[in-house]
Each structure stands twice: as structure tokens, then as C-alpha cells.
């Protein structure tokens, strides 16, 4: 065995493909000082037992990216190391056998399309051209991608290695890792069975055994393992060497050639989780049981899809068990927990397909200290309270691998271990007719059915029927009030007396304005990129209160925790669980909360400080203009109830976030409701608060806006303290930019017809040349009108001119449909409503 080193810069632990490609490309990077260890042999995890093909095409487009760069490195590595792969570009094809999957995969064709994949629609018979031993009776249509292909497995694995050590990366096998010691939250090195070595960084590419050796340091990762079957036949007549990798999601299966035979593996409705109590150690190079019985539905359905299997010779049935996660993506990325400590693991039965690119990312985050683009697909920050749970973890996870192949409806949620967090007022929600979907696990209204209509959604490509039922609550939003139990909004309180300069540093905005302010503010990365979207409230002297995005609770905690300066002596706190939020909007807010509000305590709004009685408030009270204008907060006793009222809105009417202690939730909520009815009050969701903030232009982190956007390209430059000469993280980058023209900026596009369904990721092509793709979309019920978001590209620089120029179409489900182009909101530009 190679001796153990006492000390190495970089620790990675795991040699399957993805701990080999990140050794493999942190040395590409020139990080000599790193070592790799193996409990056992390289590839003896589950890498060994892959199956081996390789699609690229994924809804995000940064993830895609990075899959096209696994396969051009595949093609590469052979020469580059003499270690052969087995990698043959043999293009993929996906099946149609139903008008809904063919709506699903002309979608998808577009998505490839935005993201510059060349994916092609095909008829049945062309599809037959390509994959002769099948029979396509059923098949309705067909999509075909010409780079997708296949590989050996172990042998792309092995070329890593090989292609790391050339590069000096000192790789131990048989060399489990025991222990992982940390100082004051920070990784400090690996106990092995044969050494300890200490380390400035650990990565866990640990595959199955991720979970465990995540929690030696204090980390979750949440995965858990499924048995996953499929079998390898003798050679078959009329398979060609270079047929194409096939998936037919109808049926559940996918294929591959192999020596003259076929592959074929599936994802099982009702999957069978293995190793609940843990992966044991000693399993290397194992595989579990034959399960013939549980196989047997997916092998009809083979054989009905490829009659010669009837009679081909079966070589082995493999069952392998591999790494699921809760949502189907692999996680990557540095541990909120822990410093310096990395995880790349939960790779969901394509880690041969995602290992070259993840290597790639996974490393530049190693080597620059951030992500070198917009992970959030697969961060694991992405993840929080529920994910601790390891039974949570299985229960959704085996879901999302029953729903691998099903298909993947718009708006689609999931049903299980639900629920799991709910707000105060959850009870009576469900019973006004709230259906509710998931995030973070927390349950929340998406829409409210009427009496006599089922609470349930039900999925299509076409208009689902929430559609009218949204709508209502829209139009009651813009003509009277709605009512939003937001109380899943994370939130922050963040203390100490340099918590001022904390988050005039964090900040791009100028959040450090008197205490009663209230600040929308982005916090950069140092490019200049958006990593966190939210609010900051100022309380007191040294006291700020902080909301952002339910999901993303763990991601801006983590952001703002790292980048407190150390020298400043500031306090990060969750206090999402104290609070429940009633946002309360629409033009008469003001008419129902006025006559409930008892007095307005010490704190923000107009000019005016310390207690005010609601009757000595003014004609106009104490909610009025002058007691509390916009982007102000105010401490009021509402209905009993001590209340921080924040006049904020994320849908362009007048109103307040109500910010409440959870133990006066439900008695306030009862209030509202009971004072709105004269008014016309109605409860609404989540689903009526994306349609809204279209209609007003409001951005969306994760979608319009993220680490890969900066505010300039987002159209939110104003939002930027440029003539404060205060440094912020971010701004070098921004001063740049300002001097050059803008490569891309944010637009509106809107297409009137309502017979399209803008969804995201639809083409954008301007004057016949394709410029962009839209980031997020859906409909307006006011505009009446379908609205797209989407960054217009142009090396040239896009100006106002060039945007309002030109011709724009836009590709839906194959097809180019007209539209017409905005830069501002499409409702209230002037913004009269939110300040009346």
C-alpha cells in the first residue's frame, strides 16, 4: 500500500468516477498537494456496476452545460491518458406513446434548443430507421440526440485516476477513513485506518456511504440507497454496434448496446430502498440478490417494446444498489456546517453521465472558494430542516425514483412524507379549501377550490384546472384584497454592534439607513452575481431582521454567515419558526386593517416616534401614507396582536407583510378574514403571487436572477449603492461592467394568444437569430396575456435601441410563435398602487 502521507492541502475521500474526476480536475487546476483514498479498490462502490449511458439534456441550463463537457471530455481522455473508456457517441432516443409525452418531449427539444443541444423530432418510423429490433406501433413521435452516447464505466474511471496521478495526485486504496477531525467549525484533516492526515480541505465523493461519513463531521447529506436492476443479454440479430442509447419513458425502461446484445434496466413504481441502517463497509465489488419477481413488470414491458427479447439468452440480471436523493439531483458544493469540508455524492443513477462536468465544477469551487457558476440545481444548500431526517429523506426519495421516467407535468408536486412543517394557520386553510404544495417541508396554499370543488390538483401540459380558481384570487388582489400566509418566509435576525457594518459590506443596497427603514437588496458574489434576493429591516441601532425565499433558508444563512467580516462582532440567528407572516394585499388593505389596529408602538414609518393612539394617528390613521409610507415598518397592535407591519409587496399592490409571533397567529388571521368580507376579501396562494409579480416585472432568484446575473443585466441597477463609496462584495465587478457595454439584459416578452403556454426555457430568437431563452413564464390575468422573462444575449452589447429593435419570436414546443418585447412592468409602471 502507498504510504500515507501526514499532511495533504486536499483530502478527497471516495474513488468512484466522481471522486476521480474531482482529483482528476483539481490537478488540471494545478493543485498538486492533493491525495485520494479508497476504503477499498477504486470503482468498487457502484461505479463498477453502472450501467453506463450518457444524456446530457437537463432543465437547467448551467447543468447542461456541464454534462456537454463530460462528453467532450470523454472523447478526449483516451488519447490524453492511453487508458481506454468505451466511450462511443451513438446518439440517445427518447419514445412518445401519448399526446401528453409528445407535448413533453417538442418541450423538451426546445429546452435543448435555448441550451445548444441539437435535438431532433422524429416520426415513429424514423425512430424504427435508427433502432431497427423494435417495434413502435404505439409510438406517437420520437426525439433523437445525436452527441448523447455511452461508456464503460470502471474504464472511464480508471482514466481519471490515471489522468490525475500524471498530474500528481497520490491516490491509496484499501485505506478506509474512520474519523474526520474540526476546529471552531472548520475541517482539519481525515483519520484513516492507517494514519491520520491532516488537511486544509476534505471532499466526500463517498457515493452510498456519503451520509456516513458526512455525520463523522457533523454534516448531512441527504441520500439514501435503492436497489436498482438490469440485465445484459446474449447478442441479438440486428443490433448494430452504433445503436443509439434508448429510453422510453412510458414503459419505464431504458437500453444500450452492448457486444452485439442490449442492456435494459427501468425505474419500478414501487422501488425497494436498501441498507436502512446503514451501507456496511466490507460491500465491494458486491451486488445484491436476483429479484426476478419485482423485475418482471419492467421486463414486459421490454419485451413488448423489443419482441427478440422473448427469445434472447439472458447473461445476468444485475441488481446494484446505488445513491438517490430527495429530488432527483446530485448535490455538490462546501457544507454549511462545516468549513471547508465539500461534498460531491447523491448522483441519482447518471453520476457516469454528470461525473466529468461535477468533477469540473466541484474542483473550481474548491480552488476559487465559490461556485464558478449557478449550481443551485444541485447545491446542498438546496437543502434543510426536513433533510435531517433520514426517514423523511427515504420516503421522498423513493418517490422521486418511482417518478423518474412519469411524466413531469408543470407545477408538479410531491405527495410524500407531507406533511412535515406546517404554519399556525394550516388547519384553518385546509378547511377554506387550501391546496397545498411543499417547499423546504413546509405546506403551503397554492389555491383555494370554491365550494364544490375538489382541493387536488390535476396535471396536464394543457391550462390545469387551478387555472380560473387562481385567477379569482388574482383579480381580488387587484380589485379588492387577498390574504397570503407566507409564514414559511426564512427569517433572520442578525445583532451586535458590528452588525452595521456587516451588511454594509454583504449588501449591495444601502441597508444601514435609520432604524424604521425597510431595504430590497441583492448580495453579490465577486463577480458580481445575485446570491441572495431579499429584505432587510432595520430594528435598532444593532439589530436587523432579515426575510427571504422559503427555499432558500439554508443557502442565505450559510452566504451571510461566511461573509460576516471577523472582525466584526455581529450574531447570525433563524428565527424563522417564531414568526408566522399574514401578507395582506390589494387596494383596500388599508379599509380592512385600519379599523383592527389599536396603536402603533415604537419603531419604524413616518416621522413621528414612540407611542401613537390609533385615534390621535391622523385622518388618514395608522397605516396612512404619512404614519407609514412604503418600505417602511412599523410595530402595531393589531386585533390584540403585536404586529411588525411591513409595507413591502411582491405583487404591485398596496399592503404589509404582518409579522407576528406564532401564538397569535390564528386569532389575527380570524380578524382579517372577519373585517375583509365586507370588502370582498378572498384568501389566495402561492400560484396567484407568480402571476401577480409577472404582471409588475418582480424578479425571481433561482429563475430570472442568480450568482450568474448581475443587477445591472437584471434591470436592477437602482437597487445598488453606487454613490454611497461604500465597498461591497461584488462591487469591483460592478464598476467594471458599468464601463462596458451590457452583454445581456433582462426583457419582458409577452405573447397574447391564449391557446400558448409559456412554462420557461421557450427559445428567443430576434430578426431569425436565437439570443436567449426565458427564464421564467406564465400567465397574466390582467395584462390578459401570456408573460416570458428572458435574458437577450449579444456580444455586441444590448442596448435600449437593439431591444426595442428588431423582430422577436419565440420557440414553443418546437413551434415559433410572435411576441412583443418590454424592459419595464407590464402593470402600475409609475408604481401609484403600491404607494397609494
Known amino acids: ?77 483516451e488519447a490524453e491518458t492511453g487508458q481506454a473508456t468505451g466511450w462511443k457517441m451513438n446518439g440517445g432516443l427518447r419514445l412518445a406513446c401519448n399526446a401528453e409525452r409528445l407535448t413533453e418531449i417538442r418541450r423538451q427539444a426546445t429546452t435543448a434548443h435555448s441550451f445548444g443541444l441539437d435535438m431532433h423530432l422524429l416520426s415513429a418510423s424514423e425512430a424504427r430507421d435508427l433502432w431497427p429490433v423494435m417495434d413502435v406501433s404505439d409510438v406517437v413521435g420520437a426525439a433523437f440526440l445525436p452527441t448523447d452516447g455511452q461508456v464503460n464505466p470502471s474504464d472511464l474511471a480508471l482514466a481519471l485516476a490515471k489522468g490525475a496521478r500524471q498530474r500528481g495526485v497520490k491516490i491509496i486504496e484499501d485505506c478506509p477513513v474512520t474519523a474526520i477531525t474540526t476546529e471552531r467549525g472548520r475541517v482539519t484533516g481525515v483519520v484513516t485506518a492507517h494514519g491520520t492526515i491532516t488537511a486544509d480541505i476534505v471532499v466526500n465523493c463517498c457515493g452510498q456511504w456519503a451520509r456516513q461519513i458526512g455525520a463523522l463531521a457533523g454534516v448531512n447529506v441527504p441520500l439514501v440507497s435503492v436497489q436498482h436492476q438490469y440485465l445484459i443479454t446474449e447478442p441479438i440479430a440486428g443490433v448494430p454496434r452504433s445503436l443509439p442509447t434508448l429510453r422510453d419513458p412510458d414503459r419505464l425502461i431504458y437500453f444500450k448496446e452492448e457486444v452485439g446484445g442490449l442492456v435494459m434496466g427501468g425505474y419500478e413504481p414501487d422501488p425497494i430502498a436498501w441498507a436502512e441502517r446503514g451501507v456496511p463497509d466490507s460491500f465491494a465489488f458486491q451486488l445484491l440478490d436476483d429479484n426476478w419477481e419485482h423485475f418482471e413488470p419492467l421486463l414486459e414491458q421490454a419485451i413488448a417494446r423489443v419482441p427478440a427479447l422473448q427469445s434472447a439468452g439472458i447473461k445476468q440480471l444485475i441488481n446494484g444498489p446505488e445513491s438517490f436523493t430527495p429530488d432527483g439531483n446530485w448535490m455538490i458544493g462546501e457544507a454549511p456546517e462545516v468549513r471547508n469540508f465539500y461534498v460531491g455524492a447523491g448522483f441519482n443513477a447518471f453520476g457516469i453521465a454528470s461525473a466529468g462536468g461535477a468533477g469540473r465544477a466541484l474542483a473550481e469551487w474548491i ?98 384546472n387551478w387555472f380560473p380558481h387562481v385567477g379569482a384570487e388574482h383579480q381580488a388582489c387587484r380589485e ?42 441583492q448580495m453579490l458574489n465577486g463577480r458580481g452575481g445575485i446570491e441572495c434576493d431579499l429584505t432587510v429591516a432595520r430594528l435598532a441601532e444593532n439589530e436587523f431582521a432579515i426575510v427571504t425565499g422559503t427555499g432558500f433558508a439554508t443557502h442565505d444563512f ?50 413621528g416616534s414612540g407611542a401613537v393612539n390609533g385615534g390621535d394617528a391622523g385622518r388618514e390613521g395608522v397605516l396612512g401614507n404619512a404614519a407609514l409610507p412604503f418600505m417602511r415598518w412599523k410595530n402595531v397592535t393589531i386585533a390584540g396582536a403585536p404586529v411588525r407591519a411591513q409595507r413591502v409587496t411582491y405583487v404591485g399592490e398596496l399592503g404589509w407583510e404582518l409579522h407576528v409571533p406564532v401564538e ?58 453606487f454613490k454611497s463609496g461604500i465597498d461591497f462584495i461584488g462591487r469591483p465587478a460592478l464598476e467594471a461592467q458599468r ?68 423582430e422577436y419570436e419565440l420557440e414553443v414546443a418546437t413551434e415559433r410563435v410572435g411576441c412583443r418585447v418590454h424592459m419595464g412592468p407590464l402593470y402600475d409602471p409609475g408604481n401609484l398602487r403600491v404607494k397609494a
Not at 42 to 70: C, D, E, F, M, P
Open 367 to 464: 480552488a476559487g472558494g465559490e461556485p464558478p457558476m449557478d449550481l443551485w440545481p444541485v447545491d446542498i444548500r438546496r437543502f434543510g430542516a426536513p433533510h435531517r431526517s433520514t426517514g423523511w429523506v427515504r420516503a421522498r426519495t423513493m418517490e422521486a425514483y418511482a417518478k423518474h421516467y412519469t411524466l413531469a407535468f408543470p407545477s408538479e408536486e410531491y405527495r410524500s412524507a407531507r406533511p412535515a412543517r406546517v404554519s399556525p394557520l394550516y388547519e384553518q386553510l385546509k378547511v377554506a379549501g387550501a391546496c397545498f404544495g411543499e417547499k423546504l417541508g413546509w405546506e403551503r396554499a397554492n389555491w383555494f377550490a370554491p365550494a364544490g370543488v375538489e382541493a387536488k390538483d390535476i396535471y396536464t401540459y394543457g391550462r390545469q
Open 739 to 806: 464601463a462596458t457595454p451590457l452583454k445581456k439584459r433582462l426583457a419582458c416578452f409577452v405573447v397574447d394568444d391564449p391557446g400558448t403556454i409559456l412554462l420557461g426555457r421557450e427559445t428567443i430568437f430576434r430578426d431569425g437569430k436565437q439570443v436567449g431563452w426565458l427564464t421564467s413564464a406564465g400567465w397574466g390575468y390582467t395584462v390578459n396575456a401570456n408573460i416570458g422573462y428572458g435574458y437577450v444575449r449579444d456580444a455586441g452589447g444590448v442596448t435600449d435601441a437593439m431591444l426595442a429593435s428588431g
Open 558 to 607: 450559510d452566504w451571510i454567515r461566511r461573509n460576516i467580516p471577523t472582525d466584526c462582532d455581529a450574531a447570525l440567528t433563524d428565527v424563522t419558526s417564531a414568526y408566522a407572516v399574514l401578507t395582506l394585499m390589494g387596494p383596500m388593505a388599508r379599509a380592512v386593517l385600519e379599523p383592527l389596529c389599536e396603536t402603533a408602538l415604537h419603531g419604524g414609518g413616518g416621522s
Open 664 to 721: 397569535f397567529a390564528a386569532g389575527l388571521f380570524q380578524a382579517i378574514v372577519a373585517a375583509g368580507k365586507p370588502h370582498g376579501l378572498r384568501l389566495a396562494g402561492y400560484r396567484a403571487i407568480e402571476s401577480l409579480r409577472l404582471e409588475k416585472g418582480y424578479r425571481a432568484w433561482g429563475s430570472d436572477i442568480g450568482p450568474d446575473h448581475t443587477p445591472l443585466e437584471a434591470g436592477l441597477g437602482w437597487a445598488v449603492k
Open 480 to 521: 379588492t384584497a387577498a390574504l397570503f400566509d407566507q409564514s414559511s418566509f426564512a427569517k433572520f435576525l442578525l445583532a451586535g454592534p458590528g452588525a452595521a457594518r456587516a451588511l454594509d459590506r454583504i449588501c449591495a443596497n444601502h441597508v444601514t439607513r435609520a432604524p424604521g427603514t425597510l431595504t430590497y437588496t
Open 1 to 77: 500500500m502507498t504510504a500515507i502521507p501526514t499532511h495533504a492541502e486536499i483530502v478527497v475521500i471516495g474513488g468512484g468516477i466522481v471522486g476521480c474526476s474531482t482529483a482528476y480536475h483539481l490537478a488540471k487546476l494545478g493543485r498538486k498537494d492533493v491525495v485520494l483514498l479508497e476504503r477499498n479498490k477504486l470503482t468498487s462502490g457502484s461505479t463498477w456496476h453502472a450501467a453506463g449511458l450518457v444524456g446530457q439534456l437537463r432543465t437547467s441550463a448551467n447543468i447542461t452545460q456541464l454534462l456537454k463537457y463530460s462528453v467532450e471530455l470523454y472523447g478526449a481522455l
